[in-house]
């Protein structure tokens, strides 16, 4: 049986936190991202779902954004987290473990009736 995606309304959740965890191993433009989060099991990401969330980032100050020239073709937006990217990773990081923690135990429950 293949993989289910993960819901839009999860995928809209923990975008932002993904995006900061691929960026934490380094400096990656849009089609990158994309493909990082693929391999990770997040499925195909639009750029329409993409590009809004790293704007608010680049706004909030989480990432900082930068052209370089493409080889050959048209140039690219460079993603890196910044300093505050790092810090709010580290603290999303620890809030999304307790509620992953939660949820397990919850979903212990349901495996446990049935």
């Known amino acids: 049986m293949p993989v289910k995606e993960p819901s839009s309304g999860w995928l809209r959740g923990v975008l932002p936190l993904a995006l900061a965890a691929v960026l934490a191993q380094g400096d990656q433009h849009g089609y990158a991202l994309v493909q990082q989060l693929a ?16 704007g608010r980032m680049e706004t909030e100050g989480l990432v900082e954004a ?49």
């Open 39 to 54: 391999a990770h099991g997040f499925g195909t990401i639009r750029g329409g779902a993409l590009y809004p969330v790293l």
């Open 66 to 114: 930068r052209w370089e020239p493409g080889e050959g073709g048209p140039g690219r937006k460079v993603y890196r987290l910044s300093d505050a990217g790092r810090a709010r990773l580290l603290e999303e990081t620890a809030t999304w473990q307790r509620f992953s923690d939660s949820m397990d135990r919850l979903l212990e429950q349901v495996t446990k009736e049935e």
